[in-house]
């Protein structure tokens, strides 16, 4: 029973193409998040919606734009694909007790960009 | 600025050596401090959230502690299945959003 399911799992695409990257989230939860994680295993946060609304939007290339048609998908459109796009995209979703949310990961989409 | 900072980046163990990772934060207003688990090829599984100086969470062979300053994760008899990437991630009232740290990947060999 996945909690949030990411499609696809693996994407390899040329340089200057548009890909999208799809997530859902069956927890019920209200915040949704995209990260990257680079080569060096680092991650990084690159946008955050609670109940639709764009909340965290990190310095991250206009060519990158997330979108929530509902408070259980969040969805990422790349534009005009670079080599340094190369990465692996988790989505994640969070739930809040009390004043601390907890965040619960995607298992990923490995883009490789030729 | 690194704001949090994990060591080592890499720990060779043997079954049953235990030993202990750390994560060190500078942040004021510590909302929360996590600690997951990645399997390599997967998304990070969440361990333990702790929340104030002095607090300590344990699960199966690990152990997470907390002081104002920095965190740790013992792991207590190692079996190779606990060989993962643990990272270590903090949540600020300043930032809201998780800084997470680059991880120890932990390699228990029998």
């Known amino acids: 029973d996945t909690a949030v399911s990411q499609t696809p799992k693996y994407l390899v695409t040329q340089m200057g193409n548009d890909k999208s990257i799809k997530c859902e989230q069956n927890?019920?939860?209200?915040?949704m998040y995209w990260y990257k994680q680079d080569s060096k295993k680092f991650l990084k946060i690159m946008f955050s919606?609670?109940?639709?609304?764009?909340?965290i939007n990190e310095t991250v290339p206009n060519r990158f734009s997330p979108k929530s048609p509902d408070k259980a998908h969040l969805n990422l459109h790349i534009n005009s694909l670079e080599l340094g796009d190369s990465a692996v995209y988790f989505c994640?979703?969070?739930?809040?007790?009390?004043?601390?949310?907890?965040?619960?990961f995607g298992p990923g989409t490995r883009l490789l960009v030729l | 600025e690194d704001q949090v900072t994990q060591s080592p980046e890499a720990l060779r163990l043997q079954e049953g050596e235990s030993s202990s990772l750390n994560c060190s934060y500078t942040?004021?207003?510590?909302?929360?401090l996590f600690w997951y688990r990645q399997d390599p090829g997967k998304g990070p599984e969440f361990l333990f959230t702790?929340?104030?100086a002095g607090e300590e969470k344990e699960k199966e062979r690990l152990k997470a502690t907390l002081t104002k300053k920095e965190s740790f994760l013992h792991i207590t008899a190692p079996k190779p299945e606990d060989s993962a990437t643990y990272l270590c991630?903090?949540?600020?009232?300043?930032?809201?959003?998780?800084?997470f740290g680059a991880g120890t990947q932990v390699v228990v060999t029998p």
């Open positions: 927890l019920g939860h209200d915040t």
């Open positions: 919606y609670n109940n639709k609304e764009l909340i």
């Open positions: 991630a903090v949540q600020a009232d300043s930032w809201g959003k998780f800084q």
């Open positions: 994640a979703s969070s739930q809040v007790k009390g004043s601390v949310e907890t965040q619960y």
């Open positions: 702790l929340y104030s």
């Open positions: 942040v004021s207003g510590l909302r929360g």
